[in-house]
């Protein structure tokens, strides 16, 4: 049961243009929700995150967006740079569970070309 | 600061033979996690710790895998025997206290089971 989903295994852009990476959940429960970054032969590493309770959150040349009544939501990376070319999870958490644990979707390389 | 420490960070054993993992979080962080990547799918936990004690388990094949978290430090992940199925990178992750902290990654363990 893959409650969280990036259909796009891979996206290619060039540099200075938008990258958007796209996330669907089926879980109402999730409230929270994360993306983090993974370069090769290293651990993700935090970018982001939201609250159910807010549509938009901005972090410099980074934005997450949800929409919550289509279980979606997207990371906007603008202008894109090489040194963004990474694997993009995507993860979301329930209140109800722990209160930490996080479900991670599958994953999407994005690559930035010069 | 230091990050997640993780060791080794491969391994490589055939299967049924047991292997051992081991995690020094953050200093201070509280909460410890350990997740399960398999090629192509994005990290799943395995099990949580809050200083030594269990969390949330539920995720953990108790009947091969093992985990202690002894003093609310250092941490062991075990599998006994290992299965073919076990081959993916395991990642080790730490969070402050527990409700909606960030978590930090290790660069995790490529364990690959012959």
């Known amino acids: 049961d893959q409650q969280v989903k990036q259909n796009s295994p891979s996206l290619s852009v060039q540099e200075g243009r938008i990258s958007i990476l796209n996330c669907d959940y089926t879980?109402?429960?999730?409230?929270?929700f994360l993306w983090y970054k993974k370069y090769p032969a290293e651990g993700p590493t935090f970018l982001i995150s939201?609250?159910?309770?807010?549509d938009k959150n901005e972090d410099g040349r980074f934005t997450v967006f949800l929409n919550k009544s289509a279980k979606h939501l997207s990371l906007h990376i603008v202008p894109s740079q090489p040194g963004d070319s990474a694997v993009y999870f995507c993860?979301?958490?329930?209140?109800?569970?722990?209160?930490?644990?996080?479900?991670f979707g599958e994953g999407t390389q994005l690559t930035v070309n010069p | 600061e230091a990050g997640v420490a993780q060791s080794p960070r491969y391994k490589i054993i055939e299967k049924r033979q047991s292997v051992a993992f081991w995690c020094n979080p953050i200093s201070g962080h509280a909460t410890l996690y350990w997740y399960q990547q398999i090629l192509g799918q994005g990290p799943k936990l395995l099990i949580q710790?809050?200083?030594?004690?269990?969390?949330?388990d539920s995720q953990l094949p108790k009947d091969r895998f093992s985990a202690e978290r002894l003093k609310g430090v250092d941490s062991t992940l075990k599998i006994q025997p290992a299965k073919l199925e076990d081959s993916a990178v395991y990642l080790c992750?730490?969070?402050?206290?527990?409700?909606?902290?960030?978590?930090?990654f290790g660069a995790g363990t490529r364990l690959s089971v012959l």
């Open positions: 710790f809050q200083n030594n004690g269990v969390v949330d």
């Open positions: 879980n109402s429960m999730f409230d929270y």
């Open positions: 992750a730490s969070s402050l206290r527990q409700a909606r902290d960030i978590q930090y």
């Open positions: 939201i609250s159910s309770i807010k």
């Open positions: 993860a979301a958490s329930a209140r109800e569970d722990s209160g930490s644990r996080l479900t």
